[in-house]
């Protein structure tokens, strides 16, 4: 167990790194997205040929397992468009939310009753997110983007929870990276028509952005999740990808001067959010035992 919270905690600190690259990278969020979907899929399909795994699935099942890699590809999109119309920090303090939406969405789709713990929590990492980030009237959209975006990345957890019971974390990722490849694709030039560029093609600089969150933040973090949630519940896992903002907020301070004030708000809103972690990973242990 203290090795799949080691690699939960790894997970984290790269997941920390993708709203940087949302900075860095001057594509729109469509083309952003589509990208990243499309190199990753590339670079799992020689992952499965290099390791010699299974990949042959029913084509029913290969549905299914798109449909979270479709969950996971919408997040994405207003995820980035979270930063892209606000910054760095107030899309990744939107991503705190998602553990509230799984404690709501997982009752909901399992027809399970509601955990007074686990709303409870989600309330004390609300109050914590508040307290590090005052959200300001002037990203008001960046705001509502990056709460539909938390929406969407509580359902592909609940969703991938199930999947990783039954089939490879590898081939899980292929098939919804390359169902996310082939949905956006096909809604690209509909999405273009609304949101013009001047420039399909991404830059030299982009290319190698594009890369590294591809192969990092995409293929190994989302590999090393799918193994978490083969041991530890979504909601714990969503609980402690609260821990993200933080390195992300750090990250946003040395990289790109972002104006927030480490304060004394920042610090008890910090001990608030690792409280909620930490009495979350407790709690999950000991059930486990």
């Known amino acids: 167990?203290?090795?799949?919270?080691?690699?939960?905690?790894?997970?984290?600190?790269?997941?920390?790194?993708?709203?940087?690259?949302?900075?860095?990278?001057?594509?729109?969020?469509?083309?952003?997205?589509?990208?990243?979907?499309?190199?990753?899929?590339?670079?799992?399909?020689?992952?499965?040929?290099?390791?010699?795994?299974?990949?042959?699935?029913?084509?029913q099942e290969k549905l299914g397992i798109g449909k979270a890699g479709m969950f996971i590809t919408i997040h994405w999109i207003f995820f980035y468009a979270s930063i892209k119309y606000s910054n760095i920090s107030i899309g990744v303090v939107c991503y705190c939310l998602t553990s509230f939406f799984t404690a709501v969405f997982k009752p909901m789709i399992d027809k399970a009753r509601f955990k007074i713990s686990e709303l409870l929590l989600s309330a004390?990492?609300?109050?914590?997110?508040?307290?590090?980030?005052?959200?300001?009237?002037?990203?008001?959209?960046?705001?509502?983007?990056?709460?539909?975006?938390?929406?969407?990345?509580?359902?592909?957890?609940?969703?991938?929870?199930?999947?990783?019971?039954?089939?490879d974390s590898k081939v899980i990722n292929f098939y919804q990276m390359l169902s996310g490849t082939i949905g956006l694709g096909i809604l690209l030039p509909v999405y273009l028509y609304f949101f013009p560029v001047k420039t399909f093609f991404p830059g030299a600089r982009d290319i190698f952005y594009l890369l590294l969150l591809s192969l990092f933040c995409t293929v190994g973090l989302y590999i090393l999740f799918a193994e978490v949630l083969k041991k530890i519940p979504a909601f714990t896992v969503n609980l402690t990808f609260n821990l993200e903002p933080?390195?992300?907020?750090?990250?946003?301070?040395?990289?790109?001067?972002?104006?927030?004030?480490?304060?004394?708000?920042?610090?008890?809103?910090?001990?608030?959010?690792?409280?909620?972690?930490?009495?979350?990973?407790?709690?999950?242990?000991?059930?486990?035992r």
């Open 124 to 167: 004390l990492t609300v109050l914590g997110i508040s307290l590090i980030f005052h959200f300001d009237a002037s990203y008001q959209l960046g705001i509502g983007l990056g709460v539909i975006s938390s929406a969407f990345a509580a359902l592909y957890t609940i969703y991938n929870e199930r999947l990783v019971q039954r089939y």
């Open 1 to 59: 167990m203290k090795k799949t919270y080691l690699f939960l905690h790894i997970a984290v600190i790269l997941a920390g790194f993708t709203g940087v690259f949302g900075k860095l990278i001057t594509l729109n969020e469509g083309l952003l997205v589509w990208y990243r979907v499309l190199f990753s899929t590339v670079m799992l399909f020689f992952v499965l040929k290099i390791f010699r795994v299974n990949s042959n699935i029913t084509f």
């Open 246 to 288: 933080i390195y992300a907020i750090v990250l946003a301070f040395l990289f790109f001067n972002e104006s927030k004030e480490v304060n004394f708000s920042f610090y008890l809103g910090l001990f608030f959010v690792m409280a909620s972690v930490a009495l979350q990973t407790v709690i999950s242990v000991r059930k486990s």
